[in-house]
């Protein structure tokens, strides 16, 4: 099973940035993905999750800004960050049944 996180970047602050998280050897649509974040300093924190059935959950931190999507025919889901904020900073990974996929740095500037 592998995983790959992409779509990181450099934004100012209110941008957007949509992050992608590939898998091979394991189908979203059978099994619940996460998007987890760390910044420099601190703990991993979870951001928002997707169940195998497509219900979705937020972090308080990104509700209302931050939406999931899964495309099945590729079997990718989707993070879409808008009005992103200094505070978003941090790399990003998604996690499907404890497999990590490699982070993507994502650098909000003010």
């Known amino acids: 099973v592998q995983l790959q996180a992409s779509g990181g970047g450099s934004v100012q602050a209110g941008g957007s940035l949509r992050l992608s998280c590939a898998a091979s050897?394991?189908?979203?649509?059978?099994?619940?993905v996460g998007w987890f974040r760390q910044a420099p300093g601190k703990e991993r924190e979870i951001v928002a999750g997707m169940r195998w059935s497509g219900s979705t959950f937020y972090a308080d931190s990104a509700k209302d800004r931050f939406t999931l999507s899964r495309n099945n025919a590729e079997n990718t889901v989707y993070l879409q960050m808008n009005s992103l904020k200094p505070e978003d900073t941090a790399v990003y990974y998604c996690e499907t049944r404890d497999t990590w996929g490699r982070g993507t740095l994502v650098t909000v500037s003010s």
């Open positions: 050897g394991r189908t979203f649509s059978r099994n619940n």
